[in-house]
């Protein structure tokens, strides 16, 4: 995983995404392939899809290639919190 790719996902993504109240975390990645964890708004929002296709995919591909398959997993959502009563 090269240093330029967690840099792109850790300083530049991740703060754009979770002042949105998103998130997204590299899993793995390899020379053709990037799989990405995406929470919160950037993956359950109604812009979620915009966001990936528009803003996170293009900045991946910038770093590892034009190429390269992108892949994204929706983390489970939390549910709400019920008050006990």
């Known amino acids: 995983m090269s240093d330029a790719?967690?840099?792109m996902v850790e300083?530049?993504?991740r703060?754009?995404?979770q002042a949105d109240g998103g998130d997204v975390e590299l899993v793995e990645a390899d020379d053709d392939r990037v799989v990405l964890r995406t929470s919160g708004?950037?993956?359950f929002g109604a812009g979620s899809h915009y966001v990936r296709v528009s803003v996170i995919e293009p900045a991946i591909?910038?770093?590892?290639g034009a190429d390269a398959e992108v892949v994204f997993?929706?983390?489970v959502p939390r549910a709400p919190r019920r008050s006990g009563g």
């Open 5 to 7: 790719l967690r840099t």
């Open 11 to 13: 300083d530049i993504l």
């Open 15 to 17: 703060p754009l995404l």
């Open 41 to 43: 708004e950037a993956a």
């Open 61 to 64: 591909r910038k770093v590892v």
């Open 73 to 75: 997993e929706k983390a």
